[in-house]
Nanobody, 111 residues
Framework: QVQLVESGGGLVQAGGSLTLSCAAS????????MSWYGHAPGKERELVAT???????YYADSVKGRFTITRDNAKNTVYLQKNRLKPEETAVYFC?????WGQGTQITVSS
C-alpha cells in the first residue's frame, strides 16, 4: 500500500522558516521523482519544487533562493526547507511521488 505522509506544517510569522517532511512507503522511493505542490485558498494547486532521481532540482521562480528540496533515500523521505516565508504562501502543501499524493499539511504565514 502506497503512503505519503507530510508533516512539519504550522503557523509561522512572515520572514520565518519551516521544514516540511514527506515520508513515503509502498513504492521504490529512490527511483521516483518527488515534488512539492502548494494549494492556496482560491487558487489552483501549483508546483513548488521537484527533485529527480539524480538529485537535480527544479524550483518555481517565486521560491528560488528561498526554498530547498532534498531527499534521503535511506529514510524514504523528501524535505522542503522554506525560508523567508511570505503571507501569500499560506497554503496546504502536498508531496507527490509518481502518481501518488499525500494528504497535505497546512502552513499559515502571518503578517
Amino acid at each position: 500500500q502506497v503512503q505519503l505522509v507530510e508533516s512539519g506544517g504550522g503557523l509561522v510569522q512572515a520572514g520565518g522558516s519551516l521544514t516540511l517532511s514527506c515520508a513515503a512507503s509502498g513504492f521504490s522511493f529512490s527511483t521516483y521523482t518527488m515534488s512539492w505542490y502548494g494549494h492556496a485558498p482560491g487558487k489552483e494547486r501549483e508546483l513548488v519544487a521537484t527533485i529527480y532521481r539524480d538529485r537535480s532540482t527544479y524550483y518555481a521562480d517565486s521560491v528560488k533562493g528561498r526554498f530547498t528540496i532534498t531527499r534521503d533515500n535511506a529514510k524514504n523521505t523528501v524535505y522542503l526547507q522554506k525560508n523567508r516565508l511570505k503571507p501569500e504562501e499560506t497554503a496546504v502543501y502536498f508531496c507527490k511521488g509518481n502518481t501518488y499524493w499525500g494528504q497535505g499539511t497546512q502552513i499559515t504565514v502571518s503578517s
